[in-house]
């Protein structure tokens, strides 16, 4: 299960902006140490925040809508 959740959490950071901004903010911080978070740490708090939105919209009976949409090749400059 927690390799699943590992690879949401990489596919979903390529996805959407909501999850991309998330792990760009995580990119930036520091950790309690004062060193920056290595990227395997970073995705393991995408997912752990991918969990709390999925529980989250079950709760509420909602589904998931990305404000700006989804991410695409024209979108991200390439």
Sequence with gaps: MRKYLFFMSMRV???THYFKAYY????ET???V???PR???ILCAVAIKLIKVIFALLRDK???EDTRGPVTALSQGV
């Design 30 to 32: 520091k950790n309690r």
């Design 62 to 64: 909602r589904r998931f």
């Design 39 to 41: 990227r395997k740490e």
């Design 13 to 15: 950071v390529v996805l």
């Design 24 to 27: 760009e903010r995580k990119l």
């Design 34 to 36: 004062g060193q920056l």
